[in-house]
């Protein structure tokens, strides 16, 4: 399965970005689906996880702006992005598997733990 992130561009801050993820198969049977996010020296951080049954877990930092949705008949995640700050810039990933399913304490071992290639996101401040 392959994951293909798209979406990200420059924003001001206090802007609005919505960012997609679509999957070459079924994200139904890949279960949990996330997005990771990752700035200059910083370590890969998970932004937002559901489950296929829509149960979300968030960063603490996003809590209250960002909405995570599935689309399982489109293959598709979406990252909505509110009021966004300079501090969200970074290059963000769609991951499904196992790494977002224990993000939301569930155990998987079915092998399947998918990344798609990174979308710059910028906000300027």
């Known amino acids: 399965v392959q994951l293909q992130a798209s979406g990200g561009g420059l924003v001001q801050a206090g802007g609005s970005l919505t960012l997609s993820c679509v999957a070459s198969?079924?994200?139904?049977?890949?279960?949990?689906m996330g997005w990771y996010r990752q700035a200059p020296e910083n370590q890969r951080e998970l932004v937002a996880a559901?489950?296929?049954?829509?149960?979300?877990n968030y960063a603490d930092s996003v809590k209250g702006r960002f909405i995570i949705s599935r689309d399982n008949a489109k293959n598709t995640v979406y990252l909505r992005m509110n009021n966004m700050k300079p501090e969200d810039t970074a290059v963000y990933s769609c991951?499904?598997?196992?790494?977002?399913?224990?993000?939301?304490?569930?155990?998987?071992?079915?092998?399947?733990?998918?990344w798609g290639k990174g979308t710059q996101v910028t906000v300027s401040s």
């Open positions: 991951n499904g598997g196992s790494t977002s399913a224990q993000a939301m304490g569930i155990t998987v071992h079915n092998g399947m733990d998918y």
């Open positions: 198969g079924s994200i139904f049977n890949i279960g949990v």
């Open positions: 559901i489950s296929t049954g829509h149960m979300t």
